[in-house]
T-cell receptor, first 112, second 113 residues
Framework: AQSVTQPDIHITVSEGASLELRCNYS??????LFWYVQSPGQGLQLLLK??????LVQGIKGFEAEFKRSQSSFNLRKPSVHWSDAAEYFC??????????FGKGTLLTVNP | DSGVTQTPKHLITATGQRVTLRCSPR?????VYWYQQSLDQGLQFLIQ???????AKGNILERFSAQQFPDLHSELNLSSLELGDSALYFC????????????FGPGTRLTVL
């Protein structure tokens, strides 16, 4: 079955620390991959995307993600977290159909 | 601001009622998608329209329907509402010719009492 797994429901980091959010997908080929962020009461904002080519992609707000085909993973990273990064993060893919399949999300708490 | 607008922002109604959620896509985007976000199901794809035609259907109940109008705005109609329909409903749009990424509106929070 096509699915996205985000194994960490909730992560807490200190401001200035590095961050890695994990994402694994299950799909028969290489899909289009995305990370979205949702702040409380807000919509989903696209952080970055992977279609093909360079497996390390840069996004907005200093985030980057690395696609690893062998591990079916697309982990999100940031070298130094800011308090404003506290939000919920969703990994998603789009396969041959048009819909996005989302993971359950990872809630990020940032301690001062 | 993604450029996708949704109205209303909040909607409170009673069981058995019918509501209409409205979405205006980004300028130039021909595709509109509807998603439902709930605590137990997470983000679920409901339906997609492309240039006025239904293109893909997901986990959309028969009580729900949608359409896309000639000016490309879309409406999601929810009828015979049940308590379990309480959720955040998102609209997204994409142009597709330049990439498959979807841009989301701020959502409509529906509360069914």
């Amino acid at each position: 079955a096509q699915s996205v797994t985000q194994p960490d429901i909730h992560i807490t980091v200190s401001e200035g620390a590095s961050l890695e959010l994990r994402c694994n997908y299950s799909y028969g080929a290489t899909p289009y991959l995305f990370w979205y962020v949702q702040s409380p009461g807000q919509g989903l904002q696209l952080l970055l995307k992977y279609f093909s080519g360079d497996t390390l992609v840069q996004g907005i707000k200093g985030f980057e993600a690395e696609f690893k085909r062998s591990q079916s993973s697309f982990n999100l990273r940031k070298p130094s977290v800011h308090w404003s990064d506290a939000a919920e993060y969703f990994c998603a893919f789009r396969g041959s159909n048009y819909k996005l399949t989302f993971g359950k999300g990872t809630l990020l708490t940032v301690n001062p | 601001d993604s450029g996708v607008t949704q109205t209303p922002k909040h909607l409170i109604t009673a069981t058995g009622q019918r509501v209409t959620l409205r979405c205006s896509p980004r300028s130039g985007d021909l595709s509109v998608y509807w998603y439902q976000q709930s605590l137990d199901q997470g983000l679920q794809f409901l339906i997609q329209y492309y240039n006025g035609e239904e293109r893909a259907k997901g986990n959309i109940l028969e009580r729900f329907s949608a359409q896309q109008f000639p000016d490309l705005h879309s409406e999601l109609n929810l009828s015979s509402l049940e308590l379990g329909d309480s959720a955040l409903y998102f609209c997204a749009s994409s142009v597709e010719t330049s990439g498959p990424e979807q841009f989301f509106g701020p959502g409509t929070r529906l509360t069914v009492l």
